[in-house]
């Protein structure tokens, strides 16, 4: 075992990403996205068993924890091996698991790495506070929600694969499939395995075509740019094959705000980080905003507003809202 574990004991490491989980007498692994916590707590596992390939790991789920199982768990072994002991689903603990990780935390055990992953909630806060007061590292698991981010995460699978792909196909799959991060991942490993060459948008059109077409964010191109049949057609798609209008006005709220966002940087001196942009959001507003004018983009923003409160309950016809909406946000460009 490395000498220097009883010094990580008191390093402050907070915030860390799965990809930085660094192994620690105690490890906080903290946040609700899944795929990350996962991720997270796989990288431990493999550096401890790098570390020594005797490694025991014992997991065990925080709901059904009972007083002094910690205590058992990390006690000598017969043989002295390390032992990686996760304590997984900590936003349902027990009480006697708050009680007995303060306890803990007063003089973690030899030879053992306590993982504690907790995937959000309220529930257990004293414990999380005590872990990480403890100077124990957190790894931070929390929800990738932007567009940006989520299209650095697949392309950062891609080069963890090996791969190449170009900046349009990982665009092009984050719209496709871009809503749940754990189906990103799988589909970026898809395309790994049956892509034999650089993975373009060729590539992502083959496996995800209908559903990169059916899109939300198809529909508001289309209407953006002012194709009213295009921009209709591709949302009766969408509704015929399951998408509901609630995303869809979503994404064609979201490309409003974008483009009005850019409209704001015009002689304000402002860069696309400081609207929290990506560069190629904003070159591709700019050339959606030479057909629109302040006028017609709020005209279409007003509408949007309407029909987001219409399919989100206001309205009797969500099917309706969502179509209105797109034909006026169609026919406010250029005006």
């Known amino acids: 075992m490395a000498a220097p574990r009883t010094s990580a004991k008191r390093a402050t490491i907070p915030g860390l990403s799965w990809e930085e989980a660094r192994l620690a007498p105690v490890v906080l692994v903290q946040g609700s996205e899944g795929l990350l916590v996962d991720r997270a707590v796989d990288r431990l596992t493999q550096l401890a068993r790098a570390e020594d390939p005797a490694m025991e790991k014992t997991e065990i789920l925080a709901a059904g924890y009972q007083s002094g199982m910690l205590s058992v768990l990390t006690s000598p072994s017969l043989f002295a091996e390390p032992r990686l002991v996760v304590i997984d689903g900590a936003e349902a603990t027990t009480e006697a698991l708050i009680t007995d990780i303060i306890e803990y935390l007063r003089s973690p055990a030899e030879e053992v790495w306590l993982v504690v992953a907790h995937r959000g909630g309220v529930r257990g806060k004293k414990m999380l506070d005590a872990i990480r007061a403890s100077g124990a590292p957190a790894v931070a698991c929390e929800p990738i929600k932007k567009d940006t981010d989520?299209?650095?995460?697949?392309?950062?699978?891609?080069?963890?694969?090996?791969?190449?792909?170009?900046?349009?196909?990982?665009?092009?799959?984050?719209?496709?499939?871009?809503?749940?991060?754990?189906?990103?991942?799988?589909?970026?490993?898809?395309?790994?395995?049956?892509?034999?060459?650089?993975?373009?948008?060729?590539?992502?059109?083959?496996?995800?075509?209908?559903?990169?077409?059916?899109?939300?964010?198809?529909?508001?191109?289309?209407?953006?740019?002012?194709?009213?049949?295009?921009?209709?057609?591709?949302?009766?798609?969408?509704?015929?094959?399951?998408?509901?209008?609630?995303?869809?006005?979503?994404?064609?709220?979201?490309?409003?705000?974008?483009?009005?966002?850019?409209?704001?940087?015009?002689?304000?001196?402002?860069?696309?980080?400081?609207?929290?942009?990506?560069?190629?959001?904003?070159?591709?507003?700019?050339?959606?905003?030479?057909?629109?004018?302040?006028?017609?983009?709020?005209?279409?923003?007003?509408?949007?507003?309407?029909?987001?409160?219409?399919?989100?309950?206001?309205?009797?016809?969500?099917?309706?809202?969502?179509?209105?909406?797109?034909?006026?946000?169609?026919?406010?460009?250029?005006?």
């Open 150 to 335: 989520k299209v650095a995460f697949a392309a950062a699978e891609f080069k963890r694969g090996g791969r190449r792909a170009s900046v349009g196909a990982v665009r092009a799959l984050v719209e496709a499939v871009g809503s749940d991060l754990r189906e990103l991942a799988a589909a970026c490993s898809q395309l790994m395995a049956d892509s034999e060459r650089a993975i373009d948008e060729p590539a992502v059109t083959k496996y995800y075509g209908g559903r990169v077409e059916a899109t939300g964010f198809r529909v508001a191109d289309a209407a953006i740019a002012g194709d009213a049949g295009q921009a209709v057609s591709l949302l009766r798609h969408a509704l015929a094959t399951g998408a509901d209008p609630v995303p869809v006005v979503a994404a064609l709220a979201m490309k409003l705000r974008t483009l009005a966002k850019v409209a704001a940087l015009r002689g304000r001196g402002l860069t696309p980080a400081d609207l929290g942009l990506a560069p190629w959001q904003v070159d591709r507003a700019r050339k959606d905003l030479a057909n629109w004018t302040p006028e017609g983009l709020a005209t279409a923003i007003t509408a949007t507003a309407a029909a987001d409160a219409e399919v989100k309950g206001a309205g009797r016809d969500p099917v309706f809202a969502v179509e209105r909406a797109v034909l006026l946000v169609a026919a406010s460009a250029g005006r």
